[in-house]
């Protein structure tokens, strides 16, 4: 006669008072505050959208949605978008979150770095399509030439400056210039362009 074989499974009986304290507002509270630092994580390394809510001195107080509100200064804004810039108490403005936790406690926000990623994602988009952008030659330097595109530092190398040999270079530096974008790689600060690649009228080639 086979014999039944004996249930080994326990049932736990969880206290009460355990379950109550999992639930009481200390338990929310730090179910909040690690959501929180899980989003704080998150927008480290992105632009983000802030609210201006004050100044300390000569910097800018900008509530992100963090525990403590972060900082820029007047002079960097100014910088960025120039003298006429809002910067009224309300005002949305995009920074760059470089850390969450900095040494004043706040988050350490940068306008600077915001602005390059809006203009890298335009010469992204420049460049996916096949559009021109506006570059000035500034400088001369190993290979080729020095140019600022938006503020951001591109190079041309020599033999992209024109269709046919150019004696000189001058004529064309320090005055805005239609450029092709041939490389583009903002992870190594690599932004090569051209003006071969660019129709040159007949006067400027001849110059």
Same mark, same amino acid.
């Given at each position: 006669m086979k014999m039944n074989q004996p249930n080994t499974?326990?049932?736990?009986?969880?206290?009460?008072?355990?379950?109550?304290?999992?639930?009481?507002a200390d338990f929310e509270k730090l179910l909040d505050k690690n959501f929180a630092v899980?989003?704080?994580?998150?927008?480290?390394?992105?632009?983000v959208k802030g609210l201006i809510? !004050?100044?300390?001195?000569?910097?800018?107080?900008?509530?992100?949605?963090?525990?403590?509100? !972060? %900082?820029? /200064?007047?002079?960097?804004?100014?910088?960025?978008?120039?003298?006429?810039?809002?910067?009224?108490? !309300?005002?949305?403005?995009?920074?760059f979150v470089d850390n969450i936790d900095g040494p004043r406690g706040g988050a350490v926000l940068s306008r600077e770095k915001a602005k390059r990623e809006e203009v890298l994602t335009s010469l992204h988009d420049a460049f996916a399509k096949g559009e021109k952008v506006t570059g000035i030659?500034?400088?001369?330097?190993?290979?080729?030439?020095?140019?600022?595109?938006?503020?951001?530092?591109a190079f041309m190398p020599g033999s992209q400056l024109d269709v046919l040999p150019t004696k000189s270079a001058d004529p064309l530096m320090h005055q805005p210039l239609?450029?092709?974008?041939?490389?583009?790689?903002?992870? %190594?600060?690599?932004?090569?362009?051209?003006? /071969?690649?660019?129709?040159?009228?007949?006067?400027?080639r001849r110059s």
């Open positions: 499974q326990t049932t736990v009986q969880v206290d009460e008072n355990i379950i109550k304290a999992a639930m009481d899980t989003t704080e994580d998150n927008q480290q390394g992105k632009v809510t !004050g100044y300390a001195q000569d910097d800018v107080l900008i509530d992100i949605g963090m525990k403590a509100e !972060g %900082r820029v /200064s007047k002079k960097e804004f100014k910088y960025c978008d120039g003298d006429d810039v809002d910067l009224s108490i !309300g005002k949305t403005v995009e920074v030659i500034f400088s001369k330097v190993k290979g080729g030439f020095a140019v600022d595109v938006s503020g951001l530092l239609e450029l092709a974008i041939i490389k583009l790689d903002p992870a %190594r600060g690599n932004i090569i362009v051209s003006l /071969s690649l660019i129709h040159i009228s007949e006067p400027t």
